[in-house]
C-alpha cells in the first residue's frame, strides 16, 4: 500500500515519466498534486524519520557485533526497511527537490547522522541521570558522553573493518584503519555530546543562578545565542572527525581512489545544523521546566517550605546578577 492509498489521497492527472515509472516498486511515495504540501509532511516525513530509525537500529546491531553480543536472528533494520512508509522518497531517488544531495550534506543524510548520535545520548543521558538520583543532568551528560563514545566508536570500528575487508584490505591493515576510525569517531560524538549537553550541566551546577535568570528575563536572544555557539563548537568538532576519519581511511588507497577531504568535511555542515537543533531543542525543554517548577513553587502557598526555597534561589539569582536590585529587596 502506498502512502497515497494509505491516506485516501488521490494523485489525480500526475503523469509520470518513464525514470519515475521504473523507480515506484521501489519507493514507499508517490509523486501528488499536492506536492510538496502533502508528500513533504506525510510522505517525505516517513521517508526520513525511517532513514533514522533505521541508522540508529544498524549502529546499535554494529556495536552489538563489535564486542560478540549480536543475535544474528534478530535483524530489526531489514525489518525497518520493510516498512513502505520509511520507504526512500521518489525525489530522494532522483537526487531532486529539498532532499537532494548538496556539496554540504542532505536532509536523508541529517537524519541518518544525527538519528542515532542523539539516540545514544539521549539513552546515555538517561542512565546516566537515574545512577545519579533522578533527573541529574551532570551524570546525564557523564552518560551521553560514554555512550556516545563506546556505541558510537564501536559501530564506526565494525563497518569500517567490514568495508576495508570487502575492498580487499589486508586484515591486519583493516583493524588498525577500523580501531583509528572508531577512535576519531566516538570520540568525536563523546565530544559533540557533551558540547550539546553541557548546558544542562552548567544549569546543574549553579541552579539558583541559572533558573533564577530565565525567571528575570525571557531569554529569546540568549537561547538563539547559545544555539549557534554550540553550532559552531559542534561543527569545529565535526570537521575534525571527518578531516581525521578521510586521512586514516585514504591510508593504502591508490590516488584517484582516495576521498575528498574538503568534500568530506563540508558534508558535516545540514547534519551538524539537524544535531544542534535536536540538542539544543532538548536542552531548552529542561530550562523551561526548571522555570516552571520554581514559579509553582513561588505559588505554591500550601507548602511553606517549598516557596519559602523558591524564592531563595530567585534572590540568590537577583544577587549574582544585580548586586543593587538585591539591597532594594532587603
Not at 591493515?173 to 572508531?182: P, S
Request: proline share 4%; aromatic share 6%; net charge negative.
Amino acid at each position: 500500500m502506498s502512502i497515497l492509498d494509505k491516506y485516501n489521497l488521490d494523485e489525480e492527472d500526475y503523469t509520470y515519466t518513464a525514470e519515475e515509472e521504473s523507480l515506484l516498486p521501489s519507493i514507499g511515495t508517490k509523486k501528488t498534486e499536492y506536492s510538496p504540501v502533502v508528500r513533504g509532511t506525510i510522505s517525505s516525513t516517513g521517508s526520513l524519520l525511517g532513514r533514522a530509525l533505521i541508522s540508529t537500529g544498524e549502529t546499535f546491531e554494529n556495536s552489538l557485533e563489535a564486542i560478540g553480543l549480536n543475535d544474528p536472528k534478530v535483524d530489526t533494520v531489514s525489518a525497518l526497511r520493510n516498512i513502505d512508509y520509511f520507504k526512500p522518497d521518489i525525489d530522494e531517488k532522483l537526487n531532486r527537490g529539498f532532499l537532494q544531495k548538496t556539496k554540504l550534506g542532505s536532509v536523508p543524510s541529517a537524519f541518518e547522522s544525527a538519528g542515532p548520535s542523539l539516540a545514544v545520548a539521549g539513552a546515555g543521558f538517561a542512565i546516566g541521570s537515574a545512577l545519579g538520583g533522578g533527573i541529574n543532568p551532570l551524570t546525564g551528560t557523564i552518560g551521553a558522553v560514554v555512550a556516545s563514545l563506546g556505541i558510537m566508536g564501536t559501530s564506526a570500528y565494525q563497518q569500517t573493518l567490514e568495508s576495508e575487508l570487502a575492498r580487499g584490505t589486508a586484515p591486519d591493515l583493516a583493524k588498525i584503519k577500523a580501531l583509528e576510525v572508531g577512535a576519531i569517531e566516538g570520540g568525536g560524538e563523546g565530544l559533540s555530546s557533551a558540547i550539546g549537553l553541557g548546558p544542562l550541566g552548567k544549569i546543574f551546577g549553579k541552579s539558583a543562578i541559572q533558573t533564577a535568570r530565565q525567571i528575570l528575563k525571557t531569554p529569546v536572544k540568549d537561547i538563539a545565542k547559545g544555539v549557534a555557539l554550540t553550532y559552531g563548537k559542534e561543527q569545529l568538532t565535526e570537521f575534525g572527525q571527518s578531516i581525521g576519519e578521510t586521512l586514516v581511511l585514504n591510508q593504502g588507497v591508490l590516488p584517484e581512489e582516495k576521498l575528498s577531504v574538503v568534500e568530506q568535511a563540508l558534508s558535516t555542515v545540514i547534519p551538524t545544523a539537524f544535531m544542534t537543533m535536536g540538542f539544543s531543542a532538548g536542552t531548552t525543554i529542561y530550562n523551561e521546566k526548571q522555570k516552571s517548577n520554581i514559579l509553582s513553587a513561588l505559588e505554591n502557598k500550601e507548602d511553606k517550605k517549598q516557596r519559602t526555597l523558591a524564592a531563595s534561589i530567585v534572590y540568590k539569582g537577583i544577587e549574582q546578577e544585580d548586586p543593587e536590585v538585591e539591597d532594594l529587596c532587603r
